[in-house]
Each structure stands twice: as structure tokens, then as C-alpha cells.
């Protein structure tokens, strides 16, 4: 008998491809059971990714689903919301395909509040196409790219998109796989925008070259250094310096933009009439 996650994956296509210790797959284990819980339907359930080692994950789930061209997954589940708003979509996408080459997709959907479920996959990386460092990788952090340490600022995903109109926002890690479940439910149940950032063990391709151990010891690194929000709000800046908050971060309310675009075209319609 098949297990409730199992039920909702394409045999035919495993072995997967990702690496030892990699933690894509318990991100989409928690997406999986998230779906089964919301009791939705798998007929009207669609999965968009774009280009990535997280973005495979699309193809191993038996949904609709669709993996699009890198940086614009955000823009292909836009016009499926648009064209049936009927439909749950969930759009998977990397740190590096989210924030970088979608860097603008990303924030025009927060901004527009369309009524999509984001899941960042956050392992601080290119993982597939070469080890380079993405907006993302936190300063001083090691890449193909950056040989003696990244110079640059890394984005804050959840204050990004809470600040370009996101109505729902939340981040846990792989460590904390149960929270992460809820946390999806939360946000598909959100009518706008969610954003969920998972944080995630790149062994291979960022914790091997950070000197970070394997997937074990990285997600005992993500134990050691999450907090709750509740923690965080008694610690000072310089407690909360390298630790990663989880939970709920934002919660808020602006108009759907699907609905909207209906009330418009019912409005345009009957004046054509």
C-alpha cells in the first residue's frame, strides 16, 4: 500500500537526481502532505517550477504540472491564476531562479497580490548549474564564483517580500519539517500571495566548499541556529546575529488580484452590452 506521499509521486521517474544529503526532497515531502491535508483536489492541484535542482521536483509529482524556463515560473503560474482562477497553484523555485533572473517576476506577483503559494528553496546556491553564489548567499560564504568569499549583501527573502506586497510570509528549515507542512497549509489557504522560504542543506555544492559537513551536520547546524519568532522577540540584534527566525513573519490583508481582474471584465462586459 502506498504511503500518503508516495500516492502523489511519478514512480516512473525516480531514481531522483539529487545528491546525498541534499534536503530538496523532505521540502517536497512537506509540500506533498501539505496538499493531502488541504484535501485538495489533484485534478485541480497545479505545480509550477522553473530551473534548478529544486525545480526538478516538479516533474516527480503527479499534479498538472509545468517546468518552465529559468527565473519565470512566477510569470507562467500568473497566467494559469489568470486564465483559471479555480485552480490551487504552487510555484517551486530556487533561491538563485526566485530572486536573481525572477528577481522581477517575484516582486510584481507580491506587488500585484495574485493568489499563488511561493516556495523558495533556500540553499544559499547554484546548486545545478555550478556552485556560483546567488543573491541569497550570505556575505563572506564561499562559491565557484567567490573563491575568497562572497563581498556581497545577501537579500532577506521574507522582508523582500513583505515590503513589495506579499500577504503572507513565512520561513522554516528542513530540520523543522513539521512546521514546514503547516506553514504551506497556511499559506495556500492565504487568498494572495504566500511566500515560504525553506531553508535548505546544499552539501555538495555550498556546505562541502563552506566547510559545513554533510547533510546530517548541516541539518544540525540549521537546529542549532533557528529560532521562533516568539524567541526572537526577546533577543537583542546582536543574540539574533547568524540566527534564522522561523515561523509565521507576516500576515496581511490587500485586495486578490484575479478577483479583481474578473470584476473588471464583468464591469467591461456589461458596458459592451
Known sequence: MLSQVESHLRSDRFPHIWC??????IVLSALVRAIEKLGYDPDKTVVVSGIGCSSRAAGYLDFNTLHTTHGRALAFATGIKLARPELDVFVLMGDGDATAIGGNHFIHAAR?????????????????????????????????????????????????AKGAGATYVARAT??????LEKLIIAGAKNKGFSVIEAITACPVGYG????????LQMLLWQKEHAVTVKQAEKMSPEELQDKIVIGELYRGEAPEYTAMYEEIMARAKGKNQ
Do not use: W
Open 174 to 179: 528542513t530540520y523543522h519539517a513539521t512546521m
Open 20 to 25: 546525498p544529503g541534499c534536503g530538496n526532497g
Open 208 to 215: 562541502r566548499r563552506n566547510k559545513m559537513g554533510n547533510g
Open 112 to 160: 500585484r497580490n495574485i493568489d499563488l503559494t511561493a516556495i523558495i528553496f533556500n540553499n544559499s546556491i547554484y546548486g545545478m548549474t555550478g556552485g556560483q553564489y546567488s543573491p541569497l548567499t550570505p556575505p563572506g560564504k564561499r562559491a565557484t564564483t567567490a573563491p575568497y568569499g562572497n563581498v556581497e549583501r545577501n537579500f532577506d527573502i521574507a522582508e523582500l
